[in-house]
């Protein structure tokens, strides 16, 4: 009876991870896109909004949802007093901070790092462009991240209960 209830266990508990890390294959492609249209947003804000940079990340983060919006949310809080970091300094230590929040991956964030660089260093117009640039550098990673969706999803929540199950063989 015991070993059935601890065959039972691991095989539960190698599913849930195969299921888990389905779920991440899932969830990113999702997630990419919610940061595709916040960057519109905040490409609309700046560009025919005239708002302040600090007001333009809260209110895109205010209109996106988890786990977008605290990347945002931080970068504006930190760029107000009394932190009073740069757009680059508050955006770079929100991705530090909230990333680990996110299904997406280092490419994602990447774009992300570089787009700190330009944010707030130059006039609307060349801010609408790197942010266009961003933009589209994460599109094509959405259609990556999508076709490793279609390949992976499935293959990890079989594995889950393969391994399970062979686990329990090999202890039985």
């Known amino acids: 009876m ?7 266990l691991i095989i539960s508990a190698a599913t849930a991870a195969g299921w888990f890390q389905a779920k991440q294959y899932a969830n990113r492609p999702v997630q990419i896109r919610k940061l595709i249209l ?12 005239y708002t302040p940079l600090p007001e333009a990340l809260l209110r895109v983060g205010e209109q996106s949802g988890d786990p977008i919006r605290p990347i945002f949310a ?10 009073n970091y740069t757009a680059k300094d508050s955006l770079q230590r929100a991705l530090d901070q909230e990333w680990k929040g996110t299904a997406m991956k280092a490419a994602e964030k ?24 961003a ?3 994460l599109e094509n990673e959405e259609i990556v991240a999508r076709e490793e969706q279609g390949s992976y999803e499935k293959l990890f929540k079989s594995l889950g209960l393969l391994f399970g199950a062979f686990i329990v063989i090999i202890l039985y």
């Open 110 to 133: 990447d774009i992300m790092s570089q787009l700190s660089h330009t944010l707030g260093t130059s006039d609307r117009q060349d801010q609408f462009g790197h942010l266009a640039t």
């Open 2 to 8: 015991l070993k059935l209830l601890g065959a039972a």
């Open 74 to 83: 931080s970068a504006a809080s930190q760029m107000n007093a009394p932190l």
């Open 135 to 137: 933009v589209r550098q």
């Open 38 to 49: 916040a960057l519109r947003r905040l490409q609309t804000e700046i560009q025919y909004g």
